[in-house]
């Protein structure tokens, strides 16, 4: 079984500065991770994620990733946030196994772009 | 192709009614999953159908839940006798036929039940 932990629910940050989101993850098997973006009222949408290789991910919007095996994180970054970043991110991760890749969620950070 | 596409929108039942949500994945993907998300909270796994076959069922569906992908095109998740509880955001994603692991999960704008 694997969990995730978003240890800050929110996260208000002044347009133009940096940002970021911390993700981190508990299993018994290697896994897969992600980060979604969800817009009010919208589904989700994967800004990126990490399989194997550089554990250096880049994603949409100028959003990065860094996974760290040895502190099981995943945190997300951003250089300089615009308005338009206002939204919930959830960071995910599901098992390297041949089964379902069923996706585990942590709770979400509520990111807000102050002007 | 316009992706994942749920209906209703948003739902608003009386307690002890049934209602049923329909999710239209996108065209030959393969794998389609349920996930509710209630508020606060990141989405919770409910089921998942590798086409017309339900493979795994979480814990959180209990009985009053049935979902159905009779042909492994579209699915539908009924909720029976419905309580205040299940008032939540349903979330429908889709996965394409098996292109190696990690492929990326497409959501559905979900659908928002309120029961009162």
């Known amino acids: 079984a694997q969990s995730v932990t978003q240890l800050d629910s929110q996260v208000p940050v002044f347009e133009e500065a940096p940002v970021e989101l911390r993700c981190n993850y508990s299993?018994?098997?290697?896994?897969?991770l992600f980060w979604y973006v969800q817009y009010p009222n919208q589904g989700l949408q994967l800004l990126l994620k990490y399989l194997s290789g550089s554990t250096l991910v880049k994603g949409i919007n100028g959003f990065e990733a860094e996974f760290n095996k040895s502190q099981t994180s995943f945190h997300l970054r951003k250089p300089s946030v615009h308005i338009s970043d206002t939204a919930e991110y959830f960071c995910?991760?599901?098992?390297?196994?041949?089964?379902?890749?069923?996706?585990?969620f942590g709770t979400g950070t509520r990111l807000t772009i102050i002007p | 192709d316009t992706g994942v596409s749920q209906d209703p929108r948003h739902k608003i039942t009386k307690r002890g009614q049934n209602v049923t949500f329909r999710c239209d994945p996108i065209s030959e993907h393969n794998r389609l999953y349920w996930y509710r998300q209630t508020l606060g909270q990141g989405p919770e796994f409910l089921t998942y159908f590798q086409n017309e076959a339900q493979l795994e069922k979480s814990r959180l569906l209990s009985d009053r839940f049935s979902a159905e992908r009779p042909k492994g095109s579209f699915s539908t998740l009924e909720i029976q006798r419905t309580e205040q509880g299940d008032s939540a955001m349903y979330l429908c994603?889709?996965?394409?036929?098996?292109?190696?692991?990690?492929?990326?999960?497409?959501f559905g704008q979900g659908t928002r039940l309120t029961v009162v």
């Open positions: 994603a889709s996965r394409a036929r098996d292109r190696g692991v990690g492929t990326e999960a497409f």
């Open positions: 299993s018994s098997v290697s896994v897969y």
């Open positions: 995910a991760v599901s098992d390297q196994g041949f089964g379902n890749e069923k996706l585990t």
